[in-house]
């Protein structure tokens, strides 16, 4: 069994960490690509190793790429570039990731896979808040409606500002799909037996999980992989 499993098991939101541990070992990591492994392993050194994307919601996401055909995507929040990684894995040659995140050292630590990997052509990495990317990408035409999908991985306090402007910027169709809206199983639990490390994002999550869920231009599913995925299709 692979050490990175118990970092990722609490991630994981099943009761049962063996049935966790069950479906990495079976479904998960016998599919993961040797590049995504590689990444696993390097960000188990980062001290804040489990902001990564989870393996198993990554294999969803991954499916999701495929079944939009996504070629054009934008991530927010690419940490060391687990979910970013496989999304150029994903994308034929000439598509296009947009990603953007302030933390350049992190996306630096994953760099050297996706090099020997032969992707790095398809990444255009910024350095930035997102807001300002997305508010500048909103100012061209061509770019309103013409995104396939995006991931969302970042500050949950801007998911509801980054969720009106990705709107504008996905097509129809397409798939948006936010990370951490679980937050660790925090949003069904009574705010006094919550951690106060945890207690100010829960809010947040909460506030938005009751946003989408009214939101009348999406279909959504909120599905509970790695510390709970919502994906949303825009009508």
């Known amino acids: 069994m692979e050490d990175k499993t118990k970092l990722m098991s609490t991630k994981g939101l099943l009761q049962s960490q063996e049935l966790y541990e069950y479906i990495l070992e079976t479904n998960v990591y016998p599919r993961e690509p040797e590049p ?24 969803m996401i991954s499916m999701l790429l495929e079944l939009v055909n996504a070629k054009k995507t934008i991530e ?61 990408l909103l100012e061209d035409n061509d770019n309103k409606e013409s995104y396939d999908f995006a991931f969302i991985d970042a500050d949950k ?33 009574p705010e006094e037996s919550v951690s106060e490390l945890l207690k100010a994002v829960r809010h947040h999550t909460i506030e938005f999980n009751k946003f989408l869920a009214a939101d009348t231009r999406i279909r959504l599913s909120q599905v509970p992989l790695g510390d709970g995925i919502t994906i949303c299709r825009r009508l």
């Open 36 to 59: 995504l492994k590689e990444i696993r392993d390097i960000t188990a050194n980062h001290p804040r190793c489990l902001m990564a994307t989870a393996p198993d919601a990554g294999q």
């Open 157 to 189: 306090v801007n998911y509801q500002k980054y969720h009106e402007r990705l709107l504008q910027l996905v097509k129809v169709g397409g798939i948006i799909v936010y990370d951490n809206t679980l937050w660790s199983g925090t949003v069904a639990m």
């Open 76 to 136: 927010i929040g690419v940490f060391t570039g687990y979910s970013l990684l496989l999304t150029a894995l994903t994308i034929p040659d000439d598509g296009k990731i947009t990603a953007i995140d302030l933390d350049r050292d992190a996306y630096e630590m994953g760099m050297p896979v996706i090099r020997k990997a032969g992707l790095e052509h398809k990444i255009n990495f910024i350095q930035s808040p997102a807001l300002p990317v997305l508010d500048k």
